[in-house]
């Protein structure tokens, strides 16, 4: 029976730590040499760090006889805890199978407490076990400062080189932290409380568990428990190899819900948006709008200007059949006019795109492009343009004896029509920039748009304008196409 198996696999483990004894680690955090590059990039990127040999000697636990006494400790905890808040088993007296259904939780919570308990004896029994978790106790890891928690997928690092790596997770473009760190399990119980929580609900999710245990299922639940988590595939439980599969299986996740940190380095990293659509843009026919004061700083410089009216729609636009799924992205941008200051011209700027190579003469700035969302049908009620920057955006012309533009002619499909664009000249170069401070990262990104002047032969658009931004629900109508804006580097 699971019940019987298990509480003899702790028993033992808590008899075996009062044979061995258990030394009572040196406790705090201390600090490690972390340096990471890239410093920005996107979710999917990969990270490359390099730890401080030094402090990872000085300050971690790199052998596996340290290994084994901490995870022995642990283990202690957990399993005194297990048997202390389970000593009747899995099923009290008077609920299952005896009275009503028992609540499923209740054997994920005891399995839960259990499987801690079995990490820690399986780690510390057996040398070959404390080698196969050793390299999980130096991470390196996307986390959230206020929660110590790591996010995403974890990485790792070498503690007799400290080169690891780690991938970008799916975050919000902006300022995050990577964090290198040297963990072991702690033995405070209210963390591995925390970490009984998580594992309930891990295992809930992956193996589909009903909410009530009863006749009609408790064989295959109890299968799922001995033979796809606990690893116990016969009866009596072959404890040594359960001990091995357990480890292997689970020991890098669970370890992750209850680590603590001996040592820790972290490094700012920033997460830059995701590539940008191309962007056909209509003009506006009388938007209201209230001026307001707005501080921009870009690759020009930063400057407090003035927004004065919305004068385009930008909408992601999938060119020449290239991006098919841009035409639905929720992700638009509006163009507002920006009051005139003074601004040294800048002379023969190199700008890169698919349409080749030009050299600009950046003139002045002129608008803002702010990301919004967009309704043909009323005030729209999806995401304001989360993922995208703002764009100070500067009337540019061709740098006098530079090669020219060649006009050509593309296929652009919006969410509105479908149309074939003659592409004129260049008109606005729109870089990312950080409005109020909000995005100090956005110098440094590197997509900007080059938008060019365009003639359509379609006939007259029009189309009402609901849409939305930071500067709140805005009525307008769309009319014809203006300009074609396409993603491009700001080279020197």
Not at 208 to 236: H, K, M, Q, Y
């Amino acid at each position: 029976m699971m019940n019987r198996n298990l509480r003899l696999a702790l028993a033992a483990v808590a008899m075996g730590a009062l044979i061995m004894g258990v030394a009572e680690p040196a406790r705090g955090q201390a600090s490690l040499g972390f340096t990471i590059s890239p410093t920005a990039g996107r979710p999917g990127d990969l990270v490359s760090g390099q730890v401080d040999t030094a402090d990872v000697a000085a300050n971690c636990v790199t052998d596996i006889e340290g290994v084994q006494a901490r995870f022995l400790e642990f283990g202690l905890v957990a399993s005194n805890e297990f048997l202390d808040r389970y000593p009747e088993g899995p099923y009290p007296p008077g609920e299952f199978p005896e009275g009503q259904p028992l609540p499923t939780s209740r054997l994920t919570e005891f399995l839960a407490w259990s499987a801690f308990g079995l990490l820690g004896g399986g780690v510390s029994s057996s040398a070959e076990n404390a080698a196969l978790v050793l390299p999980q106790l130096f991470v390196m890891t996307f986390a959230d400062l206020a929660t110590q928690q790591p996010i995403g997928q974890t990485g790792n690092f070498d503690p007799g080189t400290g080169v690891g790596s780690v991938v970008v997770p799916d975050l919000p473009h902006g300022l995050s932290v990577v964090a290198a760190a040297c963990v072991m399990p702690s033995i405070e119980v209210t963390t591995i409380e925390g970490g009984v929580a998580r594992a309930v609900d891990l295992w809930t999710e992956q193996f589909d568990l009903p909410e009530f245990i009863d006749e009609s299922n408790v064989t295959e639940i109890e299968r799922i428990f001995n033979e796809e988590i606990i690893g116990c595939e016969a009866d009596p439980c072959d404890v040594e190899a359960a001990f091995t599969a357990f480890t292997l299986r689970w020991g890098p996740t669970l370890l992750g819900y209850i680590a603590e940190f001996d040592a820790l380095g972290v490094q700012l990293f920033t997460v830059q948006p995701p590539l940008v659509n191309h962007f056909q843009c209509h003009a506006l026919r009388n938007a209201p709008f209230q001026r307001r004061s707005v501080t921009l700083n870009d690759v020009f410089g930063t400057r407090t200007t003035e927004v004065l009216r919305a004068t385009d729609l930008c909408a992601p636009a999938d060119k020449n059949g290239e991006d098919p799924d841009a035409p639905a992205s929720v992700n638009y941008l509006a163009s507002y006019q920006l009051k005139q200051a003074p601004f040294a011209r800048i002379s023969g700027r190199q700008v890169t795109n698919q349409f080749g190579s030009i050299t600009l003469d950046i003139l002045k700035p002129r608008s803002l492009l702010v990301p919004s969302s967009f309704s043909a049908g009323g005030p729209p009620t999806s995401p304001d343009g989360e993922f995208l920057s703002h764009f100070s955006c500067y009337d540019v012309r061709v740098t006098n004896g530079t090669p020219r533009f060649q006009p050509r002619t593309v296929s652009v499909e919006t969410d509105f029509a479908n149309v074939a664009v003659d592409v004129r000249k260049p008109k606005q170069l729109c870089v990312p920039a950080s409005k109020n401070g909000e995005t100090p990262g956005a110098p440094g990104f590197p997509e900007s748009l080059l938008c060019y002047q365009t003639r359509v032969r379609a006939g007259a658009f029009s189309l009402p304008a609901f849409f939305s931004n930071e500067f709140g629900q805005q009525t307008s109508t769309l009319k014809q196409r203006r300009h074609f804006c396409v993603p491009s580097e700001l080279g020197d």
